[in-house]
């Protein structure tokens, strides 16, 4: 069984751990820190980053968009649509949400690893903006939530409940439909709810 090295606040991880369970892909959980380095973690991904999933026969995949696209083809396209708009729709949309990730690690990384003094305000603004432009986006046409959802509707679930995680009642405020989207999937996904960051 592939192993999943991952941790549970991590949004790249809840995608790909809804991936492989919507998929029906076992996998073997494995959390990590990676602030410890631990060996494990930087022996399959050298830049010490996660989600990593270590294949049964020693090869690993890491970037959670690359593990996607893996368990895409394992399940037979149970994760993308085989017809090519809406595959790059489903694309598109979990490059967005990745993107709000980024600059929301970003910006939490900042206020972790620089001493109060040394934190860079114009630059955690900078990241702000992105987020709120790319999530004003989404609200005003929230994605579809049909019976059959993609790994891009995975991934904007995962960086919501990463925003809940960590700039709870910052994000929310004029954004109700995106809310509302994020409470929908849970109701109609349930089994993926235990994924989203916490």
């Not at 037979?76 to 017809?83: D, H, I, T, Y």
């Not at 929230?142 to 700039?167: E, S």
Request: net charge positive; glycine share 6%.
């Amino acid at each position: 069984m592939p192993t999943l090295l991952y941790a549970s606040a991590s949004p790249y991880s809840s995608k790909v751990r809804m991936a492989a369970a919507y998929a029906g892909i076992a996998i073997d959980l494995v959390p990590v820190k990676t602030e410890d380095k631990p060996a494990e973690l930087i022996s399959a991904n050298p830049l010490g980053k996660i989600p990593v999933l270590v294949l049964e026969d020693g090869r690993t995949i890491h970037d959670s968009r690359a593990i996607t696209q893996h368990l895409n083809r394992l399940s037979k396209n149970a994760l993308f649509p085989r017809n090519s708009d809406k595959r790059l729709e489903a694309e598109v949309l979990e490059a967005l949400a990745d993107g709000i990730c980024d600059c929301a690690l970003s910006m939490v990384y900042e206020r972790r690893t620089r001493p109060d003094t040394m934190v860079y305000q114009p630059w955690l603004d900078r990241q702000w903006t992105k987020i709120t432009a790319a999530l004003d986006l989404l609200n005003a046409n929230p994605p579809r939530l049909p019976k059959k959802i993609t790994a891009g509707q995975m991934a904007l679930r995962a960086t919501l409940g990463y925003l809940a995680l960590r700039f709870g009642g910052q994000w929310e405020k004029g954004r109700g439909r995106l809310t509302r989207w994020a409470a929908r999937f849970d109701e109609k996904f349930p089994e993926l709810k235990g994924c989203v960051p916490g």
